[in-house]
């Protein structure tokens, strides 16, 4: 498994993780079978969100005797900063950890929402709060529209974005290029999402091998089933360096 830096985080992370989504739908047996072999293929980065049930406690009790060695990642979708506060404890208490590597504003998909959420009552001052206090590693959002993204690197010191990357979609891929030279030349960590759109981005590995070739420090799959994980991994295999 290739590993990238995460921008200028200090983490080290696998070019393919695991996202949270099939986890809810799945028993702690099958999450543990899932995340036991992808450890096993050295994959070390989870991403999941507080949207996702019980993914944080899966994620957390199959990594329980691993922790230093994985990078944990969660988001909010809440937008006030009382409410985003409560989020981060009860990931915390969720995954059973003291510290969380990553925590995401989820989802920002409009300019309204990005100001409703920077402002003083806002939710990003709530994950700040809970990374000075040591809580939360690094802080990040997740948006599907460049301008998003590029507006929220200029009202805040964002350390890692998630944005979708796939052959199909043309509205991320519009203004992508530009977004992608910011997060370069500020360090600020790139993991991708989205790379099969749910499926609609034809063959597995065909969409996976676009993806990686495009270069993010990490993309993210979501993996229901052992054959599913081993296709994945198969096909990071056999990519380009």
Request: glycine fraction near 10%; hydrophobic fraction near 40%; proline fraction near 3%.
């Given at each position: 498994?290739?590993?990238?830096?995460?921008?200028?985080?200090?983490?080290?992370?696998?070019?393919?993780?695991?996202?949270?989504?099939?986890?809810?739908?799945?028993?702690?047996?099958?999450?543990d079978?899932?995340?036991?072999?992808?450890?096993?293929?050295?994959?070390?980065?989870?991403?999941?969100?507080?949207?996702?049930?019980?993914?944080?406690?899966?994620?957390?009790?199959?990594?329980?005797?691993?922790?230093?060695?994985?990078?944990?990642?969660?988001?909010?979708h809440?937008?006030?900063?009382?409410?985003?506060?409560?989020?981060?404890?009860?990931?915390?208490?969720?995954?059973?950890?003291?510290?969380?590597d990553?925590?995401?504003?989820?989802?920002?998909?409009?300019?309204?929402?990005?100001?409703?959420?920077?402002?003083?009552?806002?939710?990003?001052?709530?994950?700040?709060?809970?990374?000075?206090?040591?809580?939360?590693?690094?802080?990040?959002?997740?948006?599907?529209?460049?301008?998003?993204?590029?507006?929220?690197?200029?009202?805040?010191?964002?350390?890692?974005?998630?944005?979708?990357?796939?052959?199909?979609?043309?509205?991320a891929?519009?203004?992508?290029?530009?977004l992608?030279?910011?997060?370069?030349?500020?360090?600020?960590?790139?993991?991708?999402?989205?790379?099969?759109v749910f499926?609609?981005?034809?063959?597995?590995?065909?969409a996976?091998?676009?993806?990686?070739?495009?270069?993010?420090?990490?993309?993210?799959?979501?993996?229901?089933?052992?054959?599913?994980?081993?296709?994945?991994?198969?096909?990071?295999?056999?990519?380009?360096?």
């Amino acid at each position: 498994m290739k590993t990238n830096k995460l921008g200028n985080t200090g983490l080290e992370v696998s070019r393919l993780g695991l996202g949270g989504i099939p986890f809810q739908y799945i028993s702690q047996k099958e999450t543990d079978e899932i995340i036991g072999a992808a450890r096993e293929r050295g994959v070390n980065l989870f991403y999941t969100s507080r949207m996702y049930r019980d993914s944080e406690n899966k994620i957390g009790l199959a990594v329980r005797a691993q922790r230093d060695q994985v990078v944990l990642g969660t988001s909010t979708h809440k937008r006030k900063k009382t409410e985003a506060l409560r989020e981060v404890r009860d990931s915390l208490g969720n995954f059973g950890v003291d510290a969380i590597d990553i925590y995401s504003l989820h989802n920002v998909l409009t300019l309204s929402v990005l100001n409703e959420i920077m402002s003083p009552g806002g939710a990003y001052h709530a994950l700040e709060e809970m990374r000075i206090a040591g809580y939360i590693k690094h802080v990040g959002i997740s948006a599907h529209q460049p301008e998003t993204i590029l507006r929220a690197l200029e009202l805040a010191a964002f350390d890692v974005v998630e944005f979708p990357l796939n052959y199909v979609d043309r509205e991320a891929a519009e203004g992508q290029e530009r977004l992608l030279e910011v997060l370069k030349e500020r360090g600020i960590g790139y993991v991708s999402i989205k790379p099969m759109v749910f499926g609609y981005a034809g063959i597995a590995n065909i969409a996976m091998r676009y993806v990686f070739n495009c270069g993010p420090d990490a993309t993210i799959v979501g993996t229901y089933k052992l054959d599913e994980l081993n296709q994945n991994l198969d096909t990071e295999a056999a990519a380009s360096p």
